[in-house]
């Protein structure tokens, strides 16, 4: 008798067991398309893409990102080489003939034996909304002239388009990635960057003159519109060998952010308004355990967001707290378990990371049941939870990541090792698309896409249906 209930004991473990793994690795889609993993090389330094302007100490390096919370400002950064010049910004609107002028800051930095230019920060604020404005740096036969386009007023049905690009780099590839998103028919409108620029680290002693190659790289797009920065590992540059014990140092001095608007007090984190979205940076390599202060900000920022006003809250970080690739697997856990609560707790629609070099898509999915003692680990499907999206393939000089992990698990919904670029699109405050563009024989391809439908907005129309 003992026998016959030891042995069902064990056929009932087993089948468990078994249960449990198919729960796991009942994935989605694998892509079959395979492209080829030979390294992509740097561009040289005389490549036109990473030309200097013409004209003694004329501004380069120019890039734009938000100045404030809500959108009616800029932070304008450009760097001259020769000696400070002028700090001035000129700008007006489109069709008017009042100038403005504005007074910037200057920076600079050491590292190793890199001295940096001189590296203008300017921020203009009290801009009109869904307007276009020329600006000008420089001076005399040096100045030179671009332009931007401010975002609508926030508003709960405002459409709008980002683009997204993760893990850049200045590679060939890279070129291509950039090139394919600035041709892009659905015209993103505002970039979010998922970390890592310039990969200056995996240069002997972090050579920062490729940091100056990969600003100018950037600045036929980043001069004319928002680049919303992340940081990502490779802007850490913690060196103590060489003498650099002040992480960020390069990233810190060249990239602004509005972090003080949004009551941070780093500029690794921070929140913006922009049209219908409410994004949330967050810095994967920043301290954020319980009471570290990225954690105190972010338990204060979630309950401040308006979903009537911004009904798209979208959540950026270098890490992702889902993959299913060997490169980097599970090294964002300790996040996760930190803050998947919050996400879900807040309905968050979407989390864009980088960090692993390929295309990844979730499904809804959450793992916040788990207490020590209950064994309830595992991923589970969760309406409530956000779609976790990782954009690593901007094309960087250490190639693509093509091992994953194998079955597919259950919470990823598509996955392909291929370099590319991401566009969301929001309609209205019900519904957006997003699409993922793959890099594909000198064209840009859309290999994935899905129709989001608002968390907040989705709870709400279901707690009215069944209230009638």
Request: hydrophobic share 35%; proline share 6%.
């Amino acid at each position: 008798m003992i026998r016959k209930w030891v042995s069902a004991d064990f056929v009932y473990l087993l089948l468990g067991l078994i249960l449990s793994v198919a729960e796991l690795c009942n994935g989605g889609i694998t892509s079959n398309y395979v492209r080829g993993t030979d390294l992509s090389l740097d561009m040289p330094l005389d490549s036109d893409v990473f030309r200097v302007p013409p004209g003694y100490n004329a501004p380069q390096q120019v890039h734009i990102t938000q100045g404030d919370h809500e959108g009616r400002g800029l932070i304008i950064s450009w760097t001259t080489p020769d000696e400070p010049g002028s700090n001035t910004v000129f700008y007006w609107a489109e069709n008017s003939k009042h100038v403005n002028r504005a007074e910037g800051i200057v920076v600079t930095y050491e590292y190793f034996n890199y001295t940096s230019g001189f590296i203008h920060h300017c921020t203009i604020n009290n801009l009109e909304f869904g307007t276009k404005y020329y600006y000008e740096v420089g001076s005399g036969n040096s100045t030179r002239r671009f332009w931007f386009i401010t975002p609508p007023k926030s508003g709960p049905d405002v459409p709008y388009t980002f683009g997204l690009i993760g893990d850049l780099g200045q590679t060939y590839d890279s070129n291509r990635t950039l090139t394919h998103y600035e041709l892009n028919p659905a015209k993103g409108e505002t970039l979010l960057y998922l970390g890592d620029l310039s990969y200056a680290d995996n240069y002997p002693f972090h050579d920062n003159n490729r940091w100056d190659t990969w600003e100018r790289f950037i600045e036929r797009n980043a001069a004319h519109q928002p680049w919303i920065w992340t940081a990502g590992n490779h802007e850490i540059d913690f060196v103590p060998a060489i003498g650099e014990f002040i992480p960020f140092k390069p990233y810190t001095h060249r990239f602004y952010t509005p972090y003080v608007a949004s009551g941070s007090t780093s500029p690794l984190w921070y929140s913006i308004k922009r049209a219908s979205a409410y994004i949330i940076v967050l810095s994967s390599y920043s301290a954020y355990g319980k009471y570290t202060p990225q954690y105190k900000w972010l338990e204060e920022e979630l309950p401040k967001v308006n979903r009537s006003e911004t009904p798209w809250l979208i959540v950026l970080m270098h890490c992702p707290l889902y993959s299913s690739y060997v490169h980097h697997y599970m090294e964002g856990e300790t996040m996760r378990v930190m803050y998947e609560d919050w996400l879900v707790k807040y309905k968050v629609d979407v989390v864009f990371a980088g960090h692993v070099h390929s295309y990844e898509r979730s499904k809804r999915v959450s793992n916040i049941a788990y207490n020590i003692v209950n064994g309830r680990c595992l991923p589970i499907s969760d309406n409530s939870a956000p779609i976790y999206l990782t954009i690593g393939d901007g094309g960087n000089s250490e190639g693509l990541a093509t091992e994953m992990t194998w079955p597919q698990p259950r919470y990823s919904a598509y996955r392909e090792a291929s370099f590319g670029h991401g566009i969301f699109d929001i309609k209205n405050r019900t519904h957006a698309r997003f699409a993922w563009h793959r890099n594909q024989d000198g064209i840009a391809v859309e290999a994935d896409s899905l129709w989001f439908r608002n968390r907040y907005w989705r709870s709400s129309q279901e707690s009215l249906i069944a209230a009638s």
